[in-house]
């Protein structure tokens, strides 16, 4: 405990940044947005490619909440 | 079958190769004394970031993956593709609720989730009835494990029961030796196996099909031709609701089985989980494109092995895609990925069961002053005979999609999820009031089971995970996974019962926990050095 500060808050997990922790566990839970054939991507329905898009929103998220409470 | 004999021997060979490497990973990071269920159970509990990606990785994506996921998305379509949200939507929700589970663990030196609710909930029974929940919901998700390597042996010709029981002899033998890390050592194997086949496979098949447009316009014409109203391109009105259900239900589940938790706990620090739960996602873009593995099947033509029944068998069949447009030798290195990537989770599941049921029933109610090596030596046995158990499983049982091995797992895991993943957040529960719950929980979950048929084989019980609302008395085809609603009833007890029994004054019982706990982190006062090994 070198830092003063840091020792006499006690510690917690909050931060504002959790919120965009939602937004993964929401977006893919909503089918209306995604189930339909067209239109299509690379042959892929819209069904496939936009579940598959929302990977990258999940690990943007994850990754910018992980940089920013660490 | 002579017609197999390459992938016969390729198969063979790097089987072998590996087993052997999980012979020799009992003295990789040797501890000095393997003698104790820290050492045995959990590798030392401190393995860094990649380790620990390997690891959790190693066993999130498994047989369920490779041959129950694409066998659904082959048979009904878009419904089962939803393993791909499910995987999506579980790392940012596991993402604050494993730290938690991480600190809390390293400071009383919990090893299970029982451990954990019995600290927190002061209740021995309560531990009790999550150990076997736990133990129990196991065993079909090793089975299916099972299934897999099945399906590779039946598609190379081999029949009958015998090699899946082979298999699973060498299995047992190395992790008896070795513990857990046998199947991390051998994760790194075989994910990179996974992925040489995984990339060959998504990306030499569509060629080979005339690209991904026909290959989901095949598959549309198998769902438009198709007089079942469950199946399709895209989800319709009955099956919505269980497609939603399904995907957030399973991400509840998964980390409530003990074998997930195992490759967590084992991280060095809070950081390491949560860099991993940023890079895990990585592998969920391979799951999404292997789901749609059971389109390219439907697009080639891909006729299942017909099994023992006289039915065909709808898991066998990426293995026979793969036979269909590979070169013999690589469908061989495809078949060995596919049954290394069963056998590794297999074994850290039989371990994670077996550490359950040494700390939270040996030594809770056997023999109370085990000493370490005792625990070591019940805990190495319990694993034998977790995946006995789970060899009977498959001889017994007979679903129309393995898959729902999982999910029925899945239906009884999800019951300790108020005890276990509320319990990091709050201690207003009352634990008889978590008991209640889960009694009752798990009654209607077994009993919505119990209503649901199979449609192939005539079965009238036990046929699958997806429930009809019709049978509430709802005038709709809707159908919701059954584990969804059955965690409904036991949420809903679990408050009514607190309520009840705070009114009537039952006594509760206390928290060995504070709230500091939740929080702490390597170097902290409070966190147990591990004097393991440990020289990276």
């Known amino acids: 405990m070198t830092n003063p500060e840091s020792a006499q808050k006690p510690r917690s997990d909050r931060s504002p940044w959790n919120w965009l922790l939602f937004l993964p566990i929401v977006l893919p839970l909503l089918p209306f947005l995604f189930n339909s054939d067209e239109p299509r991507l690379f042959g892929f329905p819209l069904f496939y490619w936009l579940q598959l898009a929302f990977i990258i929103v999940g690990v943007s998220c994850t990754t910018l909440v992980y940089r920013m409470t660490r | 079958m002579s017609g197999h ?5 390729v198969f063979s060979v790097l089987f072998l190769l ?3 490497m999980g012979f020799v990973a009992a003295r990789w990071r040797r501890p000095d004394n393997i003698e104790s269920l820290n050492e045995w159970g959990l590798g030392g509990r401190n393995f860094g970031s990649w380790i620990t990606w390997f690891l959790v990785g190693g066993d999130l994506y498994t047989a369920y993956t490779f041959v129950a996921v694409p066998a659904l998305v082959f048979g009904a379509g878009a419904l089962g593709f939803y393993a791909l949200p499910y995987t999506v939507v579980i790392y940012p929700m596991v993402f604050l609720v494993l730290t938690r589970m991480w600190s809390v663990s390293h400071v009383h030196g919990f090893v299970t989730p029982a451990d954990f609710v019995r600290a927190r909930f002061g209740s021995p029974t309560l531990a009790l009835v999550v150990a076997i929940t736990g133990l129990v919901a196991t065993m079909p998700y090793i089975a299916l494990q099972l299934v897999g390597i099945e399906a590779v042996l039946k598609t190379m010709g081999i029949t009958g029961h015998l090699p899946i029981i082979i298999a699973f002899a060498i299995l047992a033998a190395y992790t008896y030796q070795s513990g857990l890390r046998a199947p991390a050592l051998i994760a790194f194997v075989k994910d990179t196996l996974i992925y040489i086949v995984i990339l060959a496979a998504v990306i030499y098949i569509p060629t080979q099909l005339g690209g991904w447009e026909s290959i989901f316009d095949a598959a549309k014409a198998k769902f438009d031709a198709s007089p079942s109203q469950s199946d399709g391109l895209t989800l319709n009105a009955s099956n919505q609701l269980q497609y939603i259900t399904l995907a957030f239900g399973s991400a509840l589940a998964l980390f409530l089985y003990p074998h997930s938790l195992t490759g967590v706990l084992a991280s060095r620090n809070r950081n390491v989980i949560k860099r991993n739960m940023s890079a895990l996602p990585a592998y969920s873009f391979l799951l999404g494109l292997i789901a749609l593995l059971g389109f390219m099947a439907i697009a080639a033509g891909t006729k299942p092995v017909v099994g023992a029944n006289g039915r065909p068998d709808g898991n066998t069949i990426v293995p026979v895609l793969f036979d269909q447009m590979f070169p013999d030798w690589f469908a061989g290195v495809a078949y060995a990925a596919i049954a290394i990537g069963a056998l590794v989770p297999a074994a850290i599941m039989s371990i994670a069961a077996a550490n359950l049921f040494t700390r939270n029933i040996y030594r809770e109610y056997l023999n109370k002053d085990a000493t370490d090596a005792q625990e070591a030596k019940v805990s190495k046995i319990t694993s034998l005979v977790v995946k006995v158990g789970a060899v009977l499983c498959i001889l017994i049982l007979d679903p129309q999609f393995s898959i729902d091995l999982q999910l029925i797992g899945g ?17 207003w529960f009352h634990r008889s009031g978590l008991i209640t719950g ?24 036990f ?38 029994f705070r009114a009537m004054k039952v006594a509760d019982g206390g ?5 500091g706990d939740y929080f ?5 006062p409070k966190v147990k050095p591990m004097d393991l090994t440990g020289t990276h």
């Open chain 2, 411 to 427: 239906v009884i895991i999800l019951q300790t999820l108020p005890s276990v993943a509320l319990g990091l957040y709050t201690r």
């Open chain 2, 520 to 524: 702490a982190d390597e170097g902290d």
């Open chain 2, 438 to 461: 889960w009694a009752l929980g798990l009654g209607a979950g077994l009993w919505m089971l119990y209503l649901i048929p199979n449609p192939v084989s005539g079965k009238a019980h």
């Open chain 2, 18 to 20: 590996v087993s052997g």
């Open chain 2, 511 to 515: 928290d060995a926990t504070s709230r």
């Open chain 2, 5 to 9: 004999t390459t992938e016969l021997v």
């Open chain 2, 463 to 500: 046929g699958g995970s997806a429930f009809g609302l019709s049978n509430l008395g709802f005038d709709t085809t809707m159908t919701i996974y059954a584990g969804f609603l059955a965690l409904a009833v036991n949420l809903v007890v679990a408050v009514l019962a607190t309520l009840a």
